[in-house]
């Protein structure tokens, strides 16, 4: 399978004439190939704060005479604000810089200098199905309602996730590789390098209870009382995952919502393909479908888009709903094969006057209820980046 070149390469390139541009994202979601690709159109500069040699000529500020540079693993120094900052206010009329970082950018390395106005910054995330049908036409927030032909690669990505190197290879033996050898370099070198936690034995514990936790309200006293820790340590564990994208977070949305919950959140994995039972992998493949058009949306400026789940105390609950500039904007619940609309969703659609989708994992389906619609992921995701 042709390899294709990441959705949002043209609009860092434009942002590169302006202002600086960090790149975040997990582990090998493709962060350096696509930082490589875009500085290697102007034969540019690559180099990575874990060489001995670049991490000296990154500190003496050598590269400042090139014109287009990319500084990867940066975030590593700790004071990498600063020094960007005082690069940005120096030489950023000439120069165009990639900051690329697998840990949040903004998180681990404190600093009393601001970046504001200096840089965009873009979140880069696993391979998805509009990125694999419409590789050179970023989806706008507007066409969320339209309904593709049919797309190919559902089964493919649910099985194999969206990360480049397993999902190109196809193969369950490289992609089993791929998993052991990634949560290997995320326990034994992010978080020791980033984090002070001594308890490594019991994170990776941790890791593994994960994929049967997915979609759930989290508990982090039933997680503490299986690892014989306190609940606090294991609400610190899953924060730290977070900010070095293995897991993320949706929370409540409790605004319009009469009795609702209030703070337990539900947690997803980037890579869903850890996730042995179908339906909560589904499920995690839509939430990082949602997840990914949220982040990326907001990145691009195209509105302020907020993703959260939906649940009261009578029970009623809906997989997603999604605000736009805070407000309300489309509901979303995920079944594996139903085609009847769920009277949660009814309910909370008319409760909030905002359309809904069902989403559903079978092929080449659509049917309207009002303003609901019951449609086949395969008809859907292509209106997604």
Known sequence: MKVISRNIKESIEKDLQQKFVFLSGSRQVGKTTLAREIIGRQNGTYLLYDDDDDRRTILKKEYVTKLWVCLDEFHKFQRWKSHIKGVFDKYHENLHLILTGSARLDVFQKSGDSLFGRYYLYHLHPLTCGELSLPDNLPKIKNIFNFHSPISAIDELLKFSGFPEPFYKQSVREHRRWS??????????????????????????LMLLLPDRIGSLFSYRSLSEDLKVASPTVQNWMDIFQKLFIVYSISPYTKKIIRSIQKQPKFYLYDWSQITDEGHKFENFIASHLWKASQLWTDLGEGNIDLHFLRDRMGREVDFIVLKDRKPWLLVEVKLAETSVDNNLRYFCKRLNVPGIQVINRQNYIKEHGNITVISADRWLANLP
């Open 180 to 205: 052991n050898a990634r949560k290997n370099l995320l326990i034994r070198e992010d978080l020791r390098e980033l984090t002070q936690i001594k308890l490594i034995t019991l994170v990776e514990q």
